[in-house]
């Protein structure tokens, strides 16, 4: 094997320009470092970019989807449709406000939820959809909300990895029901740890900033109201400086996303995984914001498992992540009566799926060293049996 002489590529690093370092330092040096003034100003931009619709800002993309089902009036006896095929607080928000999550299976090619299973999903009880667009691919959005229409159905949209995503030219969260995206290190756009929910009017942003901080109103110099149970979710201004630093940059993030998961594309062609039949994630260069590159292993064809290739990668300097485990087969999930053969698509993806590296500070070079690296090890490990390349 050849001298690496490389830095160790993680798969996914956040770039923080100089500016937005300035920035920081600025607000903590102003005397006002939890919220206030950068946390009006992101919320500002945030709605702006949305088309104007109200936006509220808080400290994670989890509570944001609770509070949202909290708006959208959700609770106790309520059943909620989602994907097993997302991070678990999709779900746990679901059970957190006393709601039943109602998993259906994925599109196999999609990874997302299967919009021509939900409607079967569909009970007396269903009060609301989350659909997840996994690695920034959004869902078909015209089908997801005549479904919703037609049965009456809220829509709280998992938008978390979709910031900058758009469908048929309208940006993800310019569109549709309750949204809500996050802003954790690993997102498209970042706030260290954060969140926004886009709204439908003015009343759900007040209901918002009411959940987001102990529900808590004030008046004049001494008045103060609390009348709704709200939580501790409010997003410092420092991390609103972040996050503004960030969303400054949004079209040039993921321009640069889409040309290296193009290059990705160009790398493997004709390679040793794609002949291997590896998974490739849906070619869409117009919709997707490229949060991840995702492939499926074809583990029956290779003489490896999934965490020896992932070894085998690191070995190579390159890091790899996994998103996700299909959720139903948690063991909270399990309690619940989940198992096993229930949403086959979802649980193959999630037992073979590997995330690769990209992030805007790679380079093309850089991704045609991962799918060597890919090409090697399925070589290496590859079956003998006869497919043809
Ligand atoms: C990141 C993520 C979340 C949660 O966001 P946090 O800000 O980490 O709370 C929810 N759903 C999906 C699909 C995510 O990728």
């Known amino acids: 094997m050849t001298q690496i002489t490389r830095p160790f590529l993680p798969f996914v690093k956040p770039e923080i320009d100089e500016e937005t370092i300035q920035g920081v330092i600025d607000v903590l040096r102003?005397?006002?470092i939890t919220t206030g003034p950068q946390n009006q100003q992101f919320e500002a931009e945030l709605s702006a970019y949305v088309g104007g619709r109200p936006v509220r800002a808080f400290n994670s993309g989890t509570c944001t989807m609770e509070i949202g089902l909290r708006i959208a009036g959700v609770g106790p006896g309520d059943e909620v449709i989602t994907t097993p095929m997302t991070w678990v607080s999709t779900a746990n928000v679901i059970l957190e406000v006393g709601a039943t999550p109602v998993f259906v299976d994925i599109d196999p090619v999609t990874r997302n939820i299967d919009l021509n299973l939900l409607e079967r999903a569909i009970t007396p009880r269903t009060k609301a959809i989350m659909p997840v667009y996994l690695a920034g691919l959004p869902v078909d959005m015209d089908r997801l909300y005549d479904i919703a229409r037609a049965h009456k159905l809220r829509v709280i949209e998992d938008a978390a990895q979709a910031f900058g995503s758009s469908w048929r030219g309208k940006r993800i969260g310019a569109i549709g029901d309750i949204v809500s995206f996050s802003f954790h290190a690993n997102k498209n756009v970042t706030s260290i740890e954060g969140g926004a929910l886009v709204l439908n009017n003015e009343d759900e942003a007040?209901?918002?900033?009411?959940?987001?901080?102990?529900?808590?109103?004030?008046?004049?110099?001494?008045?103060?109201?609390?009348?709704?149970?709200?939580?501790?979710?409010?997003?410092?201004?420092?991390?609103?400086?972040?996050?503004?630093?960030?969303?400054?940059?949004?079209?040039r993030f993921t321009e640069k996303r889409r040309e290296l998961a193009r290059a990705y594309f160009d790398a493997f062609e004709g390679g040793a995984a794609v002949r291997l039949g590896a998974g490739l994630p849906t070619p869409n260069f117009t919709d997707s914001n490229w949060h991840m590159f995702q492939i499926a292993l074809p583990l029956e064809r290779l003489r490896l498992t999934r965490a020896e290739f992932m070894s085998e990668m690191k070995d190579r300097g390159i890091g790899t992540g996994l998103h996700y485990p299909a959720l139903h087969l948690f063991t909270l999930y399990r309690a619940r009566g989940f198992k096993e053969g229930m949403f086959p698509h979802a649980e193959r993806y999630g037992a073979s799926t590997v995330t690769l590296p990209l992030f805007t500070l790679m380079s093309t070079d850089d991704v045609e060293h991962v799918v060597k690296s890919v090409d090697e090890i399925f070589e290496q490990f590859g079956g003998d049996q006869k497919e043809n390349g």
């Open 30 to 32: 102003s005397g006002w």
């Open 206 to 251: 007040e209901l918002a900033r009411k959940y987001r901080l102990q529900g808590i109103t004030r008046t004049g110099f001494d008045g103060m109201d609390c009348d709704v149970l709200g939580g501790k979710y409010n997003l410092t201004d420092v991390a609103a400086r972040v996050g503004l630093g960030q969303l400054r940059q949004i079209e």
